[in-house]
Nanobody
């Protein structure tokens, strides 16, 4: 079994930065890729970013491209989401997720990920 746990998010001012991290434990060798999703109130969960764990290849949603960066520390089995130049928006719940599907199969869709963190709230507001 695999467990993924995010760090606590928080409140950040518009234009500011925040870094989320996600630690994986258990059968982490089963994970081919790890990604981030977010959910705004009243909206469906949406894809944010993903990284192939072995190759380091990354993909981003258009809405965050150029502002968010996904990275990893393979030795510590952690992934990170660096969020810069944050824009004012409702509180979102960010979740990290791990996929056992190879080759970044279906990386933008929820069913492609088998292991999810509990989610953490991020608020961008002055």
């Amino acid at each position: 079994q695999v467990q993924v746990v995010e760090t606590v998010g928080g409140l950040v001012q518009p234009g500011g930065s925040l870094r989320l991290s996600c630690a994986a434990s258990g059968r982490t060798d089963d994970l081919f890729s790890r990604g981030w999703f977010r959910q705004f109130p009243g909206k469906e969960r949406e894809f944010v970013a993903v990284m192939s764990w072995n190759s380091g290849m990354t993909y981003y949603a258009n809405s965050v491209k150029g502002r968010f960066t996904i990275s990893r520390d393979k030795a510590k089995n952690e992934e990170f989401l660096q969020m810069d130049n944050l824009t004012p928006e409702p509180t979102a719940v960010y979740s990290c997720a791990g996929s056992t599907l190879p080759h970044l199969t279906g990386y933008t869709v929820i069913p492609s990920y088998q292991h999810w963190g509990q989610g953490t709230q991020v608020t961008v507001s002055s």
